[in-house]
């Protein structure tokens, strides 16, 4: 006969380790783990849509053309991008909004991928000297309201979010004031 090692029953285990872990412990994690992915992807793909400088190359047959006149006094250009990323990032509020009343949590976490990326696409925009401090002052306080927002979401507060949404809508009707005065 041959003996055959006794293996534990699940019956004869004391009942703490047959419960589950708290899923509270296992949610935080994985939200962790999500924003960080987020944040990762958020930076990589900001940083991938930098434009790169490359120098034309002109053969020795061509002549070479004059560069066009740019006219610095011409502000439109920003007036015109910073106006349309403003308006998308409420459009990403509005997203919020929206998925707070679904209890969609999942995506919640890509709305606040969204949110960094557009603030990464404002950050990018070269604002005329006119309003330079007021619009990287107003830039600065919305990256805080989307912390803001990012830690409400990490401990499952609506509340939290819905306010600090509320506070990012109001930086953004001041970014859209200070992009009023470029003239």
């Known amino acids: 006969m041959t003996d055959t090692p006794a ?16 899923p509270a412990r296992v949610r935080v994690w994985v939200l962790v783990l999500a924003i960080v992915l987020a944040f990762g992807a958020g930076w990589g793909v900001a940083s ?3 434009p790169t400088e490359s120098a034309p190359s002109a053969s020795p047959n061509e002549p070479t053309a004059e ?15 910073a106006t349309r990323d403003l308006d998308d990032f409420g459009d ?7 998925t707070l009343d ?6 919640l976490l890509s709305n606040a991928v969204e949110l960094n990326f557009n603030v990464s696409q404002l950050l990018e925009h070269d604002a005329p000297a006119s ?10 306080q919305l990256e805080k309201d989307v912390d803001t927002i990012e830690a409400g979401i990490t401990a499952s507060s609506s509340s939290a979010v819905r ?6 809508r109001d930086t953004i009707e001041g970014l859209r004031g200070v992009v009023s005065r470029v003239d």
Not at 102 to 107: A, I, K, N, V
Not at 131 to 140: K, Q, T, V
Not at 163 to 168: F, H, I, L, T
């Open 102 to 107: 679904e209890d969609g949590f999942w995506r």
């Open 48 to 50: 991938a849509m930098k």
């Open 163 to 168: 306010s600090a949404v509320s506070d990012a």
């Open 131 to 140: 309003i330079e401090e007021d619009w990287a002052d107003g830039l600065a």
């Open 7 to 22: 293996s534990p029953h699940l019956d004869e285990q004391p009942s703490s380790i047959l419960a589950p872990r708290p």
């Open 67 to 81: 560069p066009e006149e740019v006219d610095d006094h011409d502000d439109s250009a920003f007036v015109r991008v």
């Open 92 to 98: 990403d509020l509005d997203d919020v909004d929206i």
